[in-house]
Nanobody, 115 residues
Framework: QVQLVESGGGLVQPGGSLRLSCTTS????????MTWYRQAPGKQRELVAS???????NYADSVKGRFTISRDNVKDTLYLQMNSLKPDDTAVYYC?????????WGQGTQVTVSS
């Protein structure tokens, strides 16, 4: 059974930092392309950052220079380090694993940026 479990979300003040984790099981994590998405209330889900098997990372313009995506192929875990958080970063954050026709999502973790 494939599972993707996000954690690390919470309430943080503007300018603060959070580190999200996505722990996976049931897949050969190292060969999957991994992506973080987010969905704010009333908005469509959007891509935040992605990292391929070769560890090449791509970012949405809105998070470049503030967020860093990384992966640990020993721990089968995906990370998203989020710095200089803004209220506009408030959303539910999801991780996604893709390989060919295989496509798996986590249940999401809430990030709220507010003073």
């Amino acid at each position: 059974q494939v599972q993707l479990v996000e954690s690390g979300g919470g309430l943080v003040q503007p300018g603060g930092s959070l580190r999200l984790s996505c722990t996976t099981s049931g897949i050969i994590f190292s060969i999957y392309d991994m992506t973080w998405y987010r969905q704010a209330p009333g908005k469509q889900r959007e891509l935040v950052a992605s990292i391929g098997r070769g560890r090449t990372a791509n970012y949405a313009d809105s998070v470049k220079g503030r967020f860093t995506i990384s992966r640990d192929n020993v721990k089968d875990t995906l990370y998203l380090q989020m710095n200089s958080l803004k209220p506009d970063d408030t959303a539910v954050y999801y991780c996604r694993a893709q390989l060919g026709g295989s496509d798996y999502w986590g249940q999401g973790t809430q990030v709220t940026v507010s003073s």
